[in-house]
Every structure is written in structure tokens, then in C-alpha cells.
């Protein structure tokens, strides 16, 4: 076998070996063909094995798997004219093969670039508090126009995430001050909150103190009360004991027993070294007295002796 011979050999096997792998291929299932044959629509094969004629079709490969696009960065003005810098995702899929290969040159470039001009024009009727506490009704906002308009090349907008929205500093220093004037006014009010409870806290013991004071006082004075009313009791039943006593004595008592005991009074009396003048209201009762009982104290003299 010559030489020329096993290059036409080894020719045809390339050649053979090229119509094969360029006519059967072999598709995941997330993958499909858009094939063109000779420059006109002929269909979406695939996934799994997949015939293209060589020479005569065109297959171009789609992914139909979710994927995402990284928007940069992008400067957007409020509808209060205040200028912030936002970045976010969009996430994505291709529904229709042949639409986001035939209708648009790069679908991604072009999605990028509506999703700026989108964002911009959603900002711009939003004021910038609303941007900065609204961030899912605008994440909503922007995953429906972006839907709508990219439906015509067969995308399907699954979900927009706002990663950063960066205001001026100007506006970030009146923020900062603002929220620490809220933390400050908080922090005021949880202070003014804790000082009213305790003060409630407070009058409430001070208000049981009282209370327990004045029962204690009540008691207290209740039971010296009653001890004093017991002491008076027993103080008039010895009263009344001894006048009892004095009255049984005084009925066994004459004249003359009385007189004796005014005498051993004035006797008494008399012991003392100052000078005394005794004048008795009833003077005849008293000579008659006086007499009666100097003769008793004679008599009873004479009997000692």
C-alpha cells in the first residue's frame, strides 16, 4: 500500500469520524439546539440524542437552566432628586429557545442593558425614603417590567434582588443623625419607662407599708385600749371593794372613835417645830369633842399607870 493511499485513508476516517460526531449529538436535559437549515428556522431538538445534518443545518446550543446577571452599580435619581448608586441581581431562564436565539443578538447583553434603563425609571418615581425602606415592593416592581419586556426574546424573569443602595454622603451623615437621635429618644423613652416603674414600685411598697403601719397602729392601740379598760375595771372593783370595806367599817364606828382619831391628828400635826393656829369650823362641837376625849385619855392614862 503506497503512501497517497493511506492518506486517503486516513483522510476518509477523519472525514467519516467528523459527519458522525457533527451529526449525532448528544443534549443534557437543561440544553436544546435552535436548528437552521440553510439560514431558515427548522426547529428545537433535543435534550438526548440529537441529529444535525452537516453542511446543510446549524445548531445553536441553549442553556435553559436559571441563571443570574450581575448588574453593576448604577446611579439613579429619586423623585425628590436625591442621586444614590444601586446594584443588584437579576435572576432568569429561557422558555423559548428559538426566540432568545432569533429575536435578540445577545439576550444577556440586552438584559443587562433594559434592567438599567428599567431600574432608572422605576427609582425615578419613588422618593429616596421610600427606596430605602421600600426594598421588596421595588425588588417586585422591577422583576414585573423586566418580565414584560424581555418576554419577547423568551426570558422568564424569575426574581430581582437590590444588593446595595448607596446614598450620598450628605444624606448618610443626616441618617446617621437621625438614627442617633431615635436611638437617643428610645433609650430616653426605656429610661423614662424604667424610672415610672419603679417609682410605681416604690409607692406601691411605701403605700403597703403605710398600710400595715396604720393596721399595726390600729391593733396596737385596740389592745392598750382594752388593756386600760381592764385596768380601770379592775381598778374600780378595788374602789368599790374598799369602800365597801370602809362603809362596813364606818357603820361600827361611834363619836367617840372619831374624836380619838382627830386627836391623834392634831397630835400629829402639833409635832411639827413651825407654829400652827388650828381653828375648827364647829368650835362648841369641837370643846365638846376636845372634853370628851381629854376624859377618855385621863381614864385611859389612869388604867395604864
Known sequence: MGEATVIIVVVLVVLVLW????????????????????????GTRGPGVTIVLPLLET????????????????????????????????????????LARLKVENVERASVNIATTTLRAVIGDIDLDDVLSKREEINDVLRTKLDEATERWGMKITTVEIREIEPPRAILDAMQQQMSAERERRAQVTRAQGEREAAITVAEGAKQAAILKA????????????????????????????????????????EKTM???????????????????????????????????????????????
Open 259 to 305: 374624836a380619838l382619831q382627830y386627836m391623834q391628828m392634831l397630835e400629829e400635826i402639833g409635832k411639827s417645830p413651825s407654829t400652827k393656829f388650828v381653828l375648827p369650823m364647829e368650835l362648841v362641837s369641837m370643846v365638846e369633842k376636845f372634853a370628851s376625849s381629854a376624859g377618855l385619855m385621863v381614864n385611859n392614862g389612869n388604867g395604864r399607870s
Open 59 to 98: 445548531a445553536n446550543k441553549v442553556d435553559l437552566r436559571e441563571k443570574f446577571l450581575d448588574i453593576p452599580a448604577q446611579t439613579a435619581i429619586t423623585k425628590d432628586n436625591a442621586s444614590i448608586l444601586i446594584d443588584f441581581l437579576v435572576y432568569y431562564r429561557i422558555v423559548d429557545p428559538m
Open 215 to 254: 393596721q399595726g397602729e390600729q391593733e396596737a392601740a385596740v389592745l392598750y385600749a382594752e388593756g386600760e379598760r381592764k385596768s380601770q375595771l379592775l381598778k374600780a372593783q378595788g374602789y368599790a371593794a374598799a369602800l365597801e370595806a370602809i362603809y362596813a367599817k364606818a357603820q361600827v364606828l361611834d
Open 19 to 42: 459527519v458522525l460526531t457533527s451529526t449525532f449529538r448528544i443534549l443534557p436535559e437543561y440544553e436544546r439546539f435552535v436548528i437552521l437549515f440553510l439560514g431558515r428556522y427548522a
